[in-house]
């Protein structure tokens, strides 16, 4: 098999960009790719170009890479294309957000029940719709036998989107299911030791089999419940075994997963007293004024971080990154310390899936995955034409979605599936239409909104600055 090219879009993002180099340094099936890192950030793509080869040749592994700032270059020729960039940034997403609520949208327009998530933003991010569409035309064109792997939120409309209206093969990914571990505990196992099985859409997944040698396990989460006493989130995204989750645990009959249990009604999210009931103090979850600030913050020291680090690099060449690195995770926050610490770990991987898959489609390591794609049949009472999150087995052959067993539960499917799906549809049929008329319509049914004339101008400044 000829080496394989690997681009990844919006590299500049170094954590990320280096879980995947370290992937590949990990993967010896997929020995000698070309990995393309392209972003429109000069300094930080020569950073990620830089750390990226110090890694590699640390790893002594054999991958080449080359850098761009041209999307149709990293495109063409392409085999795999993982696409992580988000457009404008969170400065812009901040703009969007400061607009709506100086029209009286607390936290912004992007902000509506089933999707609460910060930077998930589904109704004003037509600039992101058209990037998503962008690169599927350029893979038409110049790599049509290639596989793209979304990263880049709304993971949801954008995979339902590119797969409807370009003829691409592609899959999406996310890291919600990782919290079945958090759930797993609970019952006094980990995540590997249970059979489990996920199923929804992107951000609105639930744990629909937890089972230990066929043994259900649910009854330890009503005990948990019971037992536990003064809970206290670590971090403002510390949310799966909130009082949040188990309220909706209770309502729907199964636990939702990750970020599902941010992206909830406005029962939970009305204002900083009620985000603090359902999330915990101090923050009252990540998708507050103050839990969101934590998480800028954070990303900002990341960045200090790298850039310290790739300069210290450069004027002393002679250290090595991995050594380098183990000291500086100390100054990190605990989430991007353990990243660190994945991308060190010579034994195991990141637990990021795009490598993994793409050493699974090629026919070397068939596995398991959780992926988003379109429906099939595979979740009752969905169209098939609306991207599901659910466990598929990967291989050479494709992707082969499990049968979802037990089925979801009509009230997840009724209550929550469809009213998001309902979102996802009219979003995508406002930005394909070009028409913000159908914005303030859904703005219309939005609690906060007092006056048409409200959604009207929110929504003329919001597209003023696309």
């Avoid at 180099?21 to 930080?44: A, E, F, G, Q, Y």
């Avoid at 392409?78 to 960039?85: K, R």
């Avoid at 494709?398 to 997840?412: F, N, R, S, W, Y």
């Amino acid at each position: 098999m000829n080496p394989l090219t690997i681009s990844i879009i919006g590299a500049g993002s170094a954590v990320f960009s280096l879980q995947l180099v370290s992937d590949l340094c990990k993967t010896p099936c997929l020995s000698k790719s070309v990995v393309r890192l392209m972003d429109i950030d000069t300094n930080r793509l020569e950073g990620v170009q830089f750390l990226a080869t110090k890694l590699r040749n640390e790893f002594g592994a054999e991958l080449a890479f080359e850098k761009t700032t041209d999307l149709e270059e990293a495109v063409c020729g392409a085999d795999f294309v993982i696409n992580t960039a988000l457009v404008g940034g969170h400065p812009f997403l901040e703009k969007v957000r400061g607009i709506g609520e100086k029209h009286g949208y607390y936290r912004g327009i992007d902000a509506q029940e089933f999707n609460m998530v910060s930077d998930y933003y589904t109704l004003s991010n037509w600039n992101q719709y058209a990037y998503f569409l962008k690169i599927a035309r350029l893979m038409e064109d110049t790599a049509p036998d290639a596989w793209l792997l979304l990263a880049a939120n709304p993971v949801f409309e954008g995979t339902t989107l590119i797969s409807r209206e370009r003829k691409i093969k592609m899959v999406g990914f996310c890291h919600g299911h990782y919290d079945v571990e958090n759930v797993a505990r609970c019952a006094g196992y980990g995540m590997n030791d249970i059979d489990w099985q996920v199923a929804g859409v992107n951000h609105g997944i639930w744990l629909t089999r937890f089972r230990k040698e066929e043994k259900d396990l649910s009854d330890y989460l009503n005990e948990y419940e019971k037992t536990r006493k003064g809970w206290k989130p670590e971090t403002p995204f510390d949310l799966q075994l909130s009082p949040a989750a188990f309220d909706m645990y209770h309502f729907y009959g199964v636990m939702p997963i990750g970020d599902t249990v941010r992206n909830t009604t406005w029962k939970y999210h009305y204002d900083r007293e009620i985000k603090m009931k359902w999330y915990g103090e101090p923050w009252g979850g990540a998708d507050s004024p103050a839990g969101w600030a934590w998480y800028e913050n954070r990303l900002r020291e990341v960045v200090e971080v790298i850039q310290q680090l790739t300069k210290g690099l450069k004027n002393h060449p002679s250290l090595r990154l991995t050594s380098v690195l183990e000291t500086k995770k100390k100054k990190l926050p605990n989430a991007f310390s353990e990243q660190v610490e994945r991308i060190l770990n010579p034994n195991n991987l990141s637990g990021e899936q795009h490598i993994p898959f793409i050493a699974a489609i090629t026919g070397h390591q068939p596995g398991r995955f959780i992926v988003n794609t379109l429906n099939r049949g595979n979740i009752g009472g969905i169209a098939d034409d609306v991207a599901v999150e659910i466990p598929a087995t990967v291989d050479a052959k494709g992707i082969h979605p499990e049968p979802i067993d037990p089925a979801l539960p009509k009230k997840v499917v009724d209550w929550y599936l469809k009213p998001r799906i309902w979102r996802m549809e009219r979003a995508l049929e406002a930005f394909l239409e070009n028409d913000p008329g159908l914005l303030v319509e859904i703005l219309m049914r939005d609690p906060r909104t007092r006056s048409q004339r409200q959604a009207e101008l929110a929504i003329r400044e919001i597209m003023e600055l696309k």
